[in-house]
Antibody, heavy 121, light 110 residues
Framework: EVQLVESGGVVVQPGGSLRLSCATS????????MHWVRQPPGKGLEWVSL????????AYGDSVRGRFTISRDNSANSLHLQMSSLRSDDTAFYYC??????????????WGQGTLVTVSS | SYELTQPPSVSVSPGQTARITCSGD??????TFWYQQKAGQAPVLLIY???ERPSGIPERFSGSTSGTTMTLTISGVQSEDEADYYC?????????????FGGGTKLTVL
C-alpha cells in the first residue's frame, strides 16, 4: 500500500522560511516523478512543484517559482520542499503527491494527508 | 499557461445522473484527469487519461470528451458522492512544464 506522510507544517511569519518533508513507502520511490500540491483552507487545489525520478528535472508554478525549491532523497524515499520569502497567500494545506505513471503525463494517483502551513504575524 | 473552467456547484437527487463539466482551450491536446475530495480528506483520483478508471473506483463514475469540454458523469448518484470534484490537465512540452486544476465543483446530493 502506497503511503505518503507529510510533515513540517507550522505557523511562520511573513518573510520566513520553512522546509516540508514527505516520507514515502509502498512503492519504488525512485521510479516516479513526485509533486507538491497545495490548497488554501476552503479553496481549490493549486499545483506547486514537481521533481523527476532522478532529481535532475524540476518545475514550479508561477506563484512560487524563485521562492520554493523541491528536492528528493532517493536513498531515504523522501521528498522535500524548501519554502522561503513566505507570504500570507502561501497559507495552505500542502500535499505530497505521487505521479500516476512512470513516464507521464502529469497526474496524481496517491496523495498524503497534507500538512498545514500558516503564514501570519 | 491556460485555465480550466468548472461550474461552482451542481445539485442532484439520489439515483439521478450528475454531469460536471470542465472547459479549456488546450483540452483537446492534453489528457484530463478528475479527482474527488470529500470534506476534510485528501483528493482521490477518479478518472485518468480522459476516461480510464483506476481500480477500486465504482463504474458509476465515467469521463468523456467533446471538443474543448470534458465531462465527469456520475450515474445513479449516492449520498456518499457528495464532495468537491476537480479536473486537472498538464503540459510538459514547454520550457516550464506545468499542471493546472479547475476551480472545483461542489456536488450536493439533495
Amino acid at each position: 500500500e502506497v503511503q505518503l506522510v507529510e510533515s513540517g507544517g507550522v505557523v511562520v511569519q511573513p518573510g520566513g522560511s520553512l522546509r516540508l518533508s514527505c516520507a514515502t513507502s509502498g512503492f519504488t520511490f525512485d521510479d516516479y516523478t513526485m509533486h507538491w500540491v497545495r490548497q488554501p483552507p476552503g479553496k481549490g487545489l493549486e499545483w506547486v512543484s514537481l521533481i523527476t525520478w532522478d532529481g535532475t528535472g524540476t518545475a514550479y508554478g508561477d506563484s512560487v517559482r524563485g521562492r520554493f525549491t523541491i528536492s528528493r532523497d532517493n536513498s531515504a524515499n523522501s521528498l522535500h520542499l524548501q519554502m522561503s520569502s513566505l507570504r500570507s497567500d502561501d497559507t495552505a494545506f500542502y500535499y505530497c503527491a505521487k505521479e500516476g505513471a512512470t513516464a507521464g503525463p502529469y497526474y496524481f494517483d496517491s496523495w498524503g494527508q497534507g500538512t498545514l502551513v500558516t503564514v501570519s504575524s | 499557461s491556460y485555465e480550466l473552467t468548472q461550474p461552482p456547484s451542481v445539485s442532484v437527487s439520489p439515483g439521478q445522473t450528475a454531469r460536471i463539466t470542465c472547459s479549456g482551450d488546450a483540452l483537446p491536446k492534453q489528457y484530463t484527469f478528475w479527482y474527488q475530495q470529500k470534506a476534510g480528506q485528501a483528493p482521490v483520483l477518479l478518472i485518468y487519461k480522459d476516461s480510464e478508471r483506476p481500480s477500486g473506483i465504482p463504474e458509476r463514475f465515467s469521463g468523456s470528451t467533446s471538443g474543448t469540454t470534458m465531462t465527469l458523469t456520475i450515474s445513479g448518484v449516492q449520498s456518499e458522492d457528495e464532495a468537491d470534484y476537480y479536473c486537472q490537465s498538464a503540459d510538459s512540452s514547454g520550457t516550464y512544464p506545468f499542471v493546472m486544476f479547475g476551480g472545483g465543483t461542489k456536488l450536493t446530493v439533495l
